[in-house]
T-cell receptor
Framework: GAVVSQHPSRVICKSGTSVKIECRSL??????MFWYRQFPKQSLMLMAT?????????EQGVEKDKFLINHASLTLSTLTVTSAHPEDSSFYIC????????????FGPGTRLTVT | DAKTTQPPSMDCAEGRAANLPCNHSTISGNEYVYWYRQIHSQGPQYIIH???NNETNEMASLIITEDRKSSTLILPHATLRDTAVYYCIGRTKNTGTASKLTFGTGTRLQVTL
């Protein structure tokens, strides 16, 4: 299957600072990328859908000014957690799709964010 | 997308077949059944999907009942590395835009020696 990478894999930051997470599709062009969040022992929750060159669509209850998403190219989307707080500590996972006939989603390995 | 129901956990002995059930009684005619799994602290991995015919690939087999209200994912010879949470998801396909995946709570499969 297609490969999606995330960077960093782990990050620790202080409360009040901002953190940027990158999601890259390595061997295909991703017209759409999705950002998920997963708290311990819970399932993945979709945060937002981003299409290349347009504004992201956020799920209900997700603050767009706190979780900034940029999908500037067909291989890169970034999620910036602004003014992070301990309750933002979570596992952030992206997925990407080429939008081809099968519309399969390929997932990145995830980023573990810890806010102290 | 259809709501799916899965048992919260299952055990399977290594080398035996693991049969993971999923109920999707409200699935519509154009919704596929997708299976993903998530090994601890990793991103989900695609396993298989089907519409109404049984499907098989190198990872697993998918058996869908004739009325499409339920399905079973079969790992023919489970290994310790198959220990993971398995998610069954109903999803429309080829809608013109990339459709969302809605993850439920899944089945935690524990493969033991």
């Amino acid at each position: 299957g297609a490969v999606v990478s995330q960077h960093p894999s782990r990050v620790i930051c202080k409360s009040g600072t901002s953190v940027k997470i990158e999601c890259r599709s390595l061997d295909f062009q991703a017209t759409t990328m999705f950002w998920y969040r997963q708290f311990p022992k819970q399932s993945l929750m979709l945060m937002a859908t981003s299409n290349e060159g347009s504004k992201a669509t956020y799920e209900q209850g997700v603050e767009k000014d706190k979780f900034l998403i940029n999908h500037a190219s067909l291989t890169l989307s970034t999620l910036t957690v602004t003014s992070a707080h301990p309750e933002d500590s979570s596992f952030y996972i992206c997925s990407a799709t080429s939008g081809g006939p099968s519309y399969e989603q390929y997932f990145g390995p995830g980023t573990r964010l810890t806010v102290t | 997308d259809a709501k799916t129901t899965q048992p919260p956990s299952m055990d399977c002995a290594e080398g035996r077949a693991a049969n993971l059930p999923c109920n999707h009684s409200t699935i519509s005619g154009n919704e596929y059944v997708y299976w993903y799994r998530q090994i601890h602290s990793q991103g989900p991995q695609y396993i298989i999907h089907g519409l109404k015919n049984n499907e098989t690939n190198e990872m697993a087999s998918l058996i869908i009942t004739e009325d499409r209200k339920s399905s079973t994912l079969i790992l023919p010879h489970a290994t310790l590395r198959d220990t993971a949470v398995y998610y069954c998801i109903g999803r429309t396909k080829n809608t013109g835009t990339a459709s969302k995946l809605t993850f439920g709570t899944g089945t935690r499969l524990q493969v033991t020696l």
